[in-house]
């Protein structure tokens, strides 16, 4: 979708230009406030796939969402224990729920849970796999949610989903009409204050201009891609437009999927992957990066 990617998609500040030109994607600066967004929109959501040009749920599908989803099970146990620390019944809208393992978990706790998801795959996979109820694939922003569900949640949750979506604002006002005075609100999103978006910004000075690291990783313009990074500070400044206040920002390091992914891609030989693994572990161990953040924040009463 063309759009007039000059004007800021968070401060609305004019005259930008594209910064890095990425292999997959176009990003530009904003001049005013720092914000990182990329060139590209996507045109409609509804009935598309994240990973297929099919929308139909056949024996294929189903086994790359169950692949996908066993991956990292122990990112769900993360999302599950942060939420559970604030609240631990009530109304419950999860946007953008993927495979809808958490949802699911969230109903067994006890919430009275609600999902949004624009994938269509994944929305068929919630209905006749899980059995989920409760669920479709209208956004946020439609009358459906915001003339019947004003005021209605007290625990609205966005998993690894700001930072795919076309216009951030939009989404968190939408978010905010819909919460309960004194109700939370969860993000997890990749954090451009990060070792992994840093570095590409040093070698691309350093370079001057030739080289741009893992720049090339965090950003894409196919369908559903990353459309912006946020910095914390970003964050604030969005949670403040949308009248939402802050009660903690954390940086965290997540991998979307296991160790053994990545290095089965890098290395190709399982002998080479074993050999590997304890090193990349230690690594991490050791070394402190922290590519994600958790933010929680509160409709004030």
Same mark, same amino acid.
């Given at each position: 979708m063309q759009f007039d990617h000059s004007i800021c998609k968070l401060c609305g500040g004019g005259g930008n230009t594209i910064r890095y030109r990425l292999r997959m994607a176009n990003v530009v600066v904003c001049q005013h406030c720092g &914000?990182?967004? %990329?060139?590209?929109?996507?045109?409609?959501?509804?009935?598309?796939?994240?990973?297929?040009?099919?929308? !139909?749920?056949?024996?294929?599908?189903?086994?790359?969402?169950?692949?996908?989803?066993?991956? +990292?099970?122990?990112?769900?146990?993360?999302?599950?224990? %942060?939420?559970?620390?604030? /609240?631990?019944?009530? %109304?419950?809208?999860?946007?953008?729920?993927?495979?809808?393992? &958490?949802?699911?978990?969230?109903?067994?706790?006890?919430?009275?849970?609600?999902? $949004?998801?624009?994938?269509k795959q994944y929305l068929l996979y919630a209905k006749e796999v899980l059995g989920l109820s409760n669920i479709n694939d209208l956004p946020v922003q439609d009358k459906y949610?915001?003339?019947?569900?004003?005021?209605? &949640?007290? #625990? $609205?949750?966005?998993?690894?989903?700001?930072?795919? #979506? +076309?216009?951030?604002?939009?989404?968190m006002q939408s978010i905010q009409r819909l919460l309960k005075p004194g109700g939370y609100l969860f993000i997890d999103t990749p954090c451009r204050d990060g070792f992994y978006h840093r570095s590409g910004e040093w070698l691309f000075r350093l370079s001057g201009?030739?080289?741009?690291?893992?720049?090339?990783?965090?950003?894409?313009?196919h369908r559903f891609g990353h459309k912006q990074i946020f910095s914390k500070q970003d964050i604030r400044e969005l949670? %403040?437009?949308?009248?939402?206040?802050? #009660?903690? $920002? /954390?940086?965290?390091?997540?991998?979307?999927?296991?160790?053994?992914?990545y290095l089965k891609k890098i290395l190709k030989h399982d002998w080479l992957v074993a050999i590997a693994l304890p090193l990349v572990k230690l690594f991490f161990a050791? !070394?402190?990066?922290?590519? /994600?953040?958790? !933010?929680?924040?509160? /409709?004030?009463?």
């Open positions: &914000f990182h967004y %990329t060139d590209y929109k996507d045109d409609e959501y509804a009935g598309l796939s994240a990973h297929s040009e099919s929308t !139909v749920l056949d024996e294929k599908a189903i086994r790359y969402i169950e692949e996908k989803l066993q991956s +990292n099970p122990h990112r769900f146990d993360h999302h599950i224990a %942060t939420v559970l620390q604030h /609240k631990h019944q009530g %109304t419950l809208l999860d946007i953008g729920f993927g495979g809808a393992l &958490f949802l699911r978990s969230m109903l067994q706790q006890g919430f009275d849970a609600y999902g $949004i998801e624009l994938d949610w915001q003339e019947h569900y004003a005021g209605f &949640f007290e #625990v $609205i949750v966005l998993w690894d989903v700001l930072e795919h #979506v +076309n216009d951030p604002v939009a989404l201009g030739r080289w741009k690291g893992l720049l090339h990783d965090l950003y894409s313009s949670l %403040t437009q949308s009248q939402l206040q802050p #009660v903690s $920002i /954390k940086q965290f390091h997540e991998m979307s999927f296991p160790y053994t992914f050791v !070394v402190k990066i922290r590519n /994600k953040m958790m !933010v929680i924040s509160i /409709k004030e009463i």
